[in-house]
């Protein structure tokens, strides 16, 4: 392993089911502490691990089906994200994890796929947080996760996710603007129905409540139940299609949720070497998410 | 490689003899293995098995990226939504997105009426590569609504007022709601396939012996050449199968005899079909690669089998004239005629094993002095085939029978065949393909060593 971390080897893959509760439970002591000024200011010294992950055929189906990627025996990139992100959330739901499981807001990721995994391979998963940071709107964290198949790297996602309010690592340095952003020819647009936030958390076991009812949405300050963050960025890959290759880097930046149901234009257009991919509301013309698929090098 | 010259060129040469066509090739097949319905591809749909094989047949023969002239493929079953299914695949596959496609469906004839179709293009110059296929899913089949609902529900979308649409509306009736799901049987006679075997089993005085030892020997066949390797460049493995799921290696005449018949109960001969000779409702999917002889030069392609010819054929089974799968037993004695040849001139019958007794029927007919005089207008018996020629490496009684993906499996694996027979042996091999199909329909074709 690349990481010098202490690594904690799990037997299985942690089941998804309670972290959101636990999640809650975690949030509120967190709170407390905070105001109390206990909260620990750095992530868990130690990386979660799985050995010999084998993929569902069912299950992988399920998920092509959702994001629309071809039925074949390779996982989407997305796919590996779904079956390595519960060690990520059991980091997260750690009693040492400064900052609170839910409520978090996913603002990027990044995706490297060095080399194309199939149903038959056996993957050895690896989670870690790193880079505790501050951002304009609260304190940012990296949620590293690997996935190997005989000690060769065949994956990599990096997940970033803000905590909004908490600040425990001061204030940033420079408080860079947004980009604006100026809708372009949409080459599409995305259908996605009330129900898309429930199917999601189906097919990716991350049951987050802001996307499975408008009371679970509510309770977190959105109007109505939100796409899951890695749902519209998986169908930005699948979007781009077979032309990604074999070896790849793909990212997502969140620009703002997308409340269900809706209809967002897309636009997935060739850039360079590579493809550039912008989601955004049809009507007003805010940007959802924008990513890139390029060659990796 | 001495190209023939093509259509266009010697049709500026003015009074010049028809122009002899190009050669069509068989260049390549891939396949996924055949799962049973409900099984290991029980949520894989037509196209994510399509694909499946596409992109394996892509691998296998280094097209990446590549413009191919036209890919052709069909399903028995499919969804309404699936409408443009074989361009979708193409979409989804490592092809390049520039290749054009279209769908065509036959009956169980649709995978090799595809291989046909497209060797035609090819031969007449328009084409110079093309992929065909077939795929079929029975455990992902399409369910509608009733018809009466149907109407219901359109004229409802027309309605321009609230009287019209109430009128709509209350036509519903509960009833309606109960699915339609699609009819394995005969829209004109009502009886099934099995049903229609039947009547042609008795007829023809089959015995459930004769059919087992067919079923026995296809299985054997089929796992021996599983065995021997023959199918590694021929089937990508696909959601956890490596073989086809139906074969049976271990499987014997006893184990066979032990089932109880499945079709022809109501008659007044003993029923004889069972399970283990008549094929499974099975899903998967095949393509097979074709191009010109210059075509596969550019590519470093070893030419397999040319797609010599292939007749149609269709009988007048709705009056009981002919048994339903019958119409090959008419059609090749056209398509041998044509070129001047007999069943004895060919090294390999391939004839689709809807049922063992569909094979045994075909032949009895070919072997029948008063057939051949009274039907197909012969001076007596067509011919006969002896069982080390047919289905040599097994057929659908093994591996399963996803309709439009037979086609597929079986030119891809005779033109394997005849290849190998070619260098081992020299000279020019030969096969006949036979496959029936639902209406009365079939349809034959044949391959030679290239």
């Given at each position: 392993m690349t990481d010098e971390r202490p690594v904690v080897l799990l037997p299985q893959v942690p089941p998804l089911g309670g972290s959101y509760v636990r999640g809650v439970a975690a949030g509120g002591r967190l709170a407390v502490e905070r105001r109390l000024g206990r909260a620990g200011a750095s992530l868990p010294a130690l990386a979660y691990e799985v050995a010999g992950v084998r993929p569902d055929a069912e299950h992988l189906t399920a998920y092509q089906h959702h994001v629309g990627e071809s039925g074949s025996d390779r996982l989407p990139a997305g796919f590996v994200h779904v079956l390595a992100f519960p060690l990520a959330t059991a980091l997260m739901v750690r009693a040492d994890f400064p900052l609170p499981l839910v409520g978090m807001v996913h603002l990027a990721n990044r995706v490297e796929q060095h080399a194309p995994t199939t149903l038959v391979e056996a993957l050895d998963l690896h989670a870690h947080a790193e880079n505790l940071a501050p951002h304009r709107s609260g304190t940012a964290v990296d949620l590293v996760t690997e996935a190997r198949v005989d000690d060769r790297l065949v994956w990599r996602g990096v997940s970033t996710y803000l905590a909004k309010g908490v600040r425990l690592a001061g204030r940033p340095a420079d408080d860079e603007p947004r980009p604006s952003f100026v809708p372009p020819v949409p080459t599409g647009r995305w259908h996605l129905d009330a129900g898309t936030g429930r199917r999601y958390a189906q097919v990716s076991g991350d049951r987050n409540p802001i996307h499975l009812s408008a009371l679970g949405a509510k309770a977190f300050g959105f109007p109505r139940t939100i796409a899951h963050g890695m749902d519209t960025a998986a169908r930005t890959l699948a979007a781009v299609g077979p032309a990604r290759g074999d070896a790849f880097v793909w990212t997502v930046q969140f620009a703002a949720p997308v409340l269900l149901p809706s209809s967002p234009s897309v636009r997935v257009a060739r850039d360079g070497d590579g493809f550039g991919v912008d989601v955004w509301h049809a009507r007003s013309g805010k940007l959802h998410l924008t990513g890139r698929v390029d060659p990796l090098r | 490689m001495a190209p023939s010259p093509s259509p266009r060129k010697s049709s500026t040469s003015g009074g010049a003899p028809a122009p002899t066509a190009r050669r069509a090739l068989v260049l390549g097949g891939n396949r996924i293995p055949f799962a049973r319905s409900g099984g290991a591809y029980a949520h894989a749909s037509n196209q994510d098995m399509l694909t499946a094989a596409l992109d394996g047949l892509v691998a296998r023969y280094g097209l990446q990226g590549e413009r191919i002239g036209e890919v052709a493929a069909g399903a028995v079953l499919k969804h309404s939504r699936d409408f443009n299914l074989t361009r979708e695949v193409v979409l989804g596959s490592a092809l390049s997105a520039t290749t054009p496609a279209y769908d065509l469906q036959q009956a169980c004839a649709t995978g090799l009426e595809s291989v046909v179709s497209l060797a035609n293009k090819i031969r007449l110059g328009q084409l110079d590569s093309a992929i065909a296929g077939g795929v079929d899913t029975t455990s992902d089949a399409p369910i509608a609504v009733s018809d009466r609902l149907r109407r219901a529900l359109l004229d409802l979308s027309r309605a321009k007022t609230v009287g019209q649409r109430l009128a709509a509306a209350s036509r519903?009736?509960?009833?309606?709601?109960a699915p339609a799901t699609p009819r394995t049987s005969e829209p004109r006679t009502g009886l099934s396939m099995g049903e229609h075997q039947a009547l042609t089993t008795a007829e023809w005085g089959i015995t459930r012996e004769a059919q087992d030892e067919v079923a026995l020997r296809s299985h054997q066949r089929l796992a021996a050449a599983y065995d021997a390797g023959f199918f590694d460049d021929l089937v990508t493995p696909y959601r956890g199968l490596a073989r086809d799921a139906n074969l049976r290696p271990d499987t014997s005449l006893e184990k066979l005899a032990q089932l109880k018949p499945t079709f022809g109960l109501g008659l007044d001969v003993p029923a004889t079909m069972t399970a283990g000779n008549s094929t499974p409702l099975t899903d998967g999917a095949s393509t097979v690669l074709l191009g010109s002889d210059e075509w596969a030069a550019e590519h470093r392609l070893t030419p397999l089998a040319v797609v010599v010819d292939a007749e149609a054929g269709a009988v007048d089974f709705v009056y009981g004239e002919d048994g339903l799968l019958m119409a090959p037993v008419y059609a090749v004695p056209r398509l041998l005629a044509r070129h001047g040849l007999t069943l004895a001139d060919f090294d390999y019958v391939e004839i689709h094993e809807a049922f063992a007794s569909t094979v045994l029927t075909t032949l009895a007919a070919w072997e029948s002095d008063t057939f051949g005089k009274e039907r197909l207008g012969l001076d007596g018996a067509f011919g006969t085939v002896d069982v080390d020629r047919l289905n040599v490496h097994g057929s659908s009684l093994a591996a399963g029978h996803p309709f439009a993906a037979t086609g597929g499996r079986i030119v891809a694996t005779i033109s394997k065949e005849l290849h190998l027979r070619q260098q081992r042996d020299g000279g020019t091999p030969r096969a006949l393909v036979s496959v029936c199909a639902a209406g009365g329909l079939g349809l034959t074709a044949i391959l030679e060593a290239a």
């Open positions: - | 519903i009736r509960p009833k309606d709601l």
